[in-house]
């Protein structure tokens, strides 16, 4: 079978993840540009117009146009696209708000919620050294958001949400995995998103007026759906947990686009709790023995980077453990 999915081998592989975090990456720093000339809904809703243009690639000679929606498991495909929704509406208001580094170091919470989700939920056991990968991840987010010392305002509020619901996503990818075609997997990512935040823009739509909106939002959906597609085709060369461990270049390129671009001022705290999470993700990617059974927190946080960005890698169960 062609495919899209097909097993490469793995230098390309590597890039083509680097290369798919950093249009991410790129494309929500388009996004905070165009904060204050228009609205987070309408920005959201041209990423899922732009995931359009990906539906003859992700689809197999093997599907037909049908299984763009569900036979069987419509529950799962609408919790899918409910919480890619809400995920793509909060993340780009947080990014509006907050400067990058901050917004993305508060949705790295994603691991740690998504550990705890699939215990409680789908009862997946976790291994003592993978909860202490999530727990240094966990404490660094403490640490930039400071409970107690700090106002916590809105744009720390949805980012932590987009972090909740990007779980909720992440679990809804392993109830319904082996049972959903891919084309039907990715079809629900965007119809939250286009539904979702296609409504939510009527009352305060504007047409994007001027060069500069034009091209600050075309950045923002092209980069997401090239970004969709890199990731894709990084899965089907290289292990997923590989693939996994590239979403944290995005913290460093997030630091990087607040501090030269932005100008943000990142005070000492929140630059230690930033340090912390890219500990995390070290201690994460650290070499283990070979294991025979997967490994649940390596999935999650695949499972969830890919989430992050609204797509799903394919054969995350079947991955060594590295």
């Known amino acids: 079978m062609r495919s899209v999915f097909r097993r490469r081998p793995f230098p390309l592989g590597t890039v083509l993840a680097f290369a798919g975090f950093t249009a991410f990456s790129v494309s929500d720093m388009f996004s905070k540009l165009l904060a204050g000339r228009l ?131 992440v679990i809804s990818f392993k109830m319904g995995e082996g049972r959903e075609k891919p084309l039907t997997v990715y079809s629900a ?46 899965s089907a060369r290289i292990p997923s947990s590989r693939v996994a461990l590239m979403q944290y270049s995005q913290m460093l390129w997030t630091v990087l686009f607040s501090l030269l671009i932005f100008h943000d001022h990142l005070d000492h705290w929140t630059i230690l709790g930033i340090a912390i999470i890219l500990l995390s993700g070290g201690v994460e990617g650290a070499p283990r023995r070979p294991n025979p059974n997967p490994n649940p927190l390596l999935e999650n946080a695949v499972a969830a980077n890919a989430a992050m960005q609204g797509v799903s890698l394919p054969g995350t169960e079947h991955d060594p453990v590295l």
């Open 39 to 169: 609205g987070p809904y309408e920005v959201a809703f041209s990423g899922g117009v732009f995931g359009l243009l990906l539906l003859p690639v992700v689809k197999t000679r093997e599907e037909s146009w049908r299984d763009l929606f569900p036979r069987h498991h419509w529950g799962i495909w609408l919790l899918r696209a409910l919480s890619v929704f809400l995920a793509t509406a909060l993340s780009v208001e947080a990014f509006m708000l907050l400067p990058m580094a901050e917004a993305m170091a508060l949705m790295f919470l994603c691991p740690f919620v998504t550990n705890v989700l699939s215990v409680l939920v789908l009862h997946q056991p976790v291994r003592r050294s993978s909860w202490l990968a999530t727990l240094i991840g966990f404490i660094g987010v403490l640490i930039v958001l400071r409970p107690g010392m700090r106002t916590i305002g809105v744009g720390e509020l949805c980012a932590l949400g987009v972090a909740v619901v990007l779980a909720v996503n």
């Open 189 to 234: 990512t965007l119809a939250g998103p286009l539904v979702g935040n296609g409504l939510l823009m009527l009352p305060s739509f504007q047409w994007p007026t001027g060069l500069p909106v034009w091209g600050d939002l075309f950045g923002y959906g092209f980069l997401m759906a090239g970004g969709q597609l890199c990731l894709m085709q990084a």
